[in-house]
Protein backbone atom coordinates (compact mmCIF):
# COMPACT_ATOMS: atom_id res chain seq x y z
CA UNK A 1 0.00 0.00 0.00
CA UNK A 2 1.74 3.36 -0.88
CA UNK A 3 2.74 5.67 1.43
CA UNK A 4 1.94 9.64 1.75
CA UNK A 5 2.70 12.25 3.76
CA UNK A 6 1.05 15.89 4.84
CA UNK A 7 3.46 18.35 5.35
CA UNK A 8 2.21 21.50 7.12
CA UNK A 9 4.20 25.06 6.90
CA UNK A 10 3.60 28.45 8.45
CA UNK A 11 4.59 31.71 7.63
CA UNK A 12 5.16 34.22 10.04
CA UNK A 13 7.07 37.99 10.62
CA UNK A 14 9.00 37.90 14.26
CA UNK A 15 10.56 41.18 15.35
CA UNK A 16 12.99 40.01 17.49
CA UNK A 17 14.84 42.69 19.71
CA UNK A 18 18.15 43.00 21.51
CA UNK A 19 18.90 45.86 23.41
CA UNK A 20 22.70 46.89 24.54
CA UNK A 21 23.34 49.87 26.68
CA UNK A 22 26.74 51.91 27.39
CA UNK A 23 28.13 54.92 28.59
CA UNK A 24 30.89 56.12 25.82
CA UNK A 25 33.07 56.47 28.92
CA UNK A 26 33.03 53.30 29.92
CA UNK A 27 36.38 52.10 28.63
CA UNK A 28 36.10 48.41 30.60
CA UNK A 29 32.53 47.78 28.30
CA UNK A 30 34.25 48.64 25.59
CA UNK A 31 37.29 46.91 25.86
CA UNK A 32 34.50 43.95 26.18
CA UNK A 33 33.10 44.64 22.85
CA UNK A 34 36.24 44.41 20.90
CA UNK A 35 37.09 41.29 22.54
CA UNK A 36 33.97 39.90 21.32
CA UNK A 37 34.06 40.78 17.72
CA UNK A 38 38.30 40.12 17.96
CA UNK A 39 36.68 36.33 18.09
CA UNK A 40 34.88 36.42 14.39
CA UNK A 41 35.82 39.86 13.14
CA UNK A 42 39.43 40.38 13.54
CA UNK A 43 39.69 41.94 10.36
CA UNK A 44 37.68 44.72 11.45
CA UNK A 45 39.11 45.13 15.17
CA UNK A 46 41.89 47.74 13.56
CA UNK A 47 39.10 49.76 12.55
CA UNK A 48 37.97 50.58 16.11
CA UNK A 49 40.22 52.66 18.61
CA UNK A 50 41.84 51.13 21.75
CA UNK A 51 40.71 53.80 24.03
CA UNK A 52 36.83 53.82 23.90
CA UNK A 53 35.53 56.56 21.82
CA UNK A 54 33.22 59.40 22.67
CA UNK A 55 31.57 59.24 19.47
CA UNK A 56 28.03 56.93 20.15
CA UNK A 57 28.68 56.26 16.51
CA UNK A 58 32.33 54.35 16.74
CA UNK A 59 29.89 52.25 19.46
CA UNK A 60 26.99 51.93 16.97
CA UNK A 61 29.14 50.39 14.69
CA UNK A 62 31.16 48.15 16.29
CA UNK A 63 28.10 46.82 18.24
CA UNK A 64 26.22 46.08 14.97
CA UNK A 65 29.04 43.28 14.44
CA UNK A 66 28.43 41.69 17.77
CA UNK A 67 25.99 38.75 17.18
CA UNK A 68 22.71 38.67 18.92
CA UNK A 69 23.04 36.50 21.75
CA UNK A 70 26.48 39.28 23.31
CA UNK A 71 23.76 41.75 23.58
CA UNK A 72 22.73 42.50 26.98
CA UNK A 73 19.30 42.09 27.04
CA UNK A 74 16.98 39.93 24.67
CA UNK A 75 13.46 40.78 24.44
CA UNK A 76 10.64 38.46 24.35
CA UNK A 77 9.82 37.69 20.68
CA UNK A 78 7.09 40.23 19.16
CA UNK A 79 5.03 37.39 16.82
CA UNK A 80 3.28 40.20 14.51
CA UNK A 81 1.86 37.64 12.43
CA UNK A 82 -0.33 35.99 15.17
CA UNK A 83 -1.45 39.11 16.60
CA UNK A 84 -2.48 41.06 13.51
CA UNK A 85 -3.79 37.33 12.58
CA UNK A 86 -1.68 37.32 9.02
CA UNK A 87 -0.18 34.34 9.14
CA UNK A 88 0.20 32.01 5.83
CA UNK A 89 -0.45 28.10 6.10
CA UNK A 90 0.26 26.18 2.92
CA UNK A 91 -0.31 22.20 3.44
CA UNK A 92 1.16 19.55 1.21
CA UNK A 93 0.30 15.77 0.00
CA UNK A 94 3.54 14.42 -0.94
CA UNK A 95 3.90 10.82 -1.64
CA UNK A 96 6.38 8.40 -0.78
CA UNK A 97 8.95 9.56 -2.48
CA UNK A 98 9.11 13.13 -1.33
CA UNK A 99 6.99 14.36 -4.67
CA UNK A 100 4.30 16.84 -4.33
CA UNK A 101 1.11 15.95 -4.96
CA UNK A 102 -1.36 18.50 -4.25
CA UNK A 103 -0.98 21.42 -2.32
CA UNK A 104 -2.95 24.55 -0.92
CA UNK A 105 -0.30 26.87 -2.42
Known sequence: MPTFQVTKQEFHTVVKTYIEEFDTSDQDKWD????????????KLADFPLV??????????????????????EVKDDWVSVRNGEFRTIHYLEDAYGEVIESTE
Open 32 to 43: HFRKLISVYAKD
Open 52 to 73: APEDPHVWFTLLQLMRQTEYEV
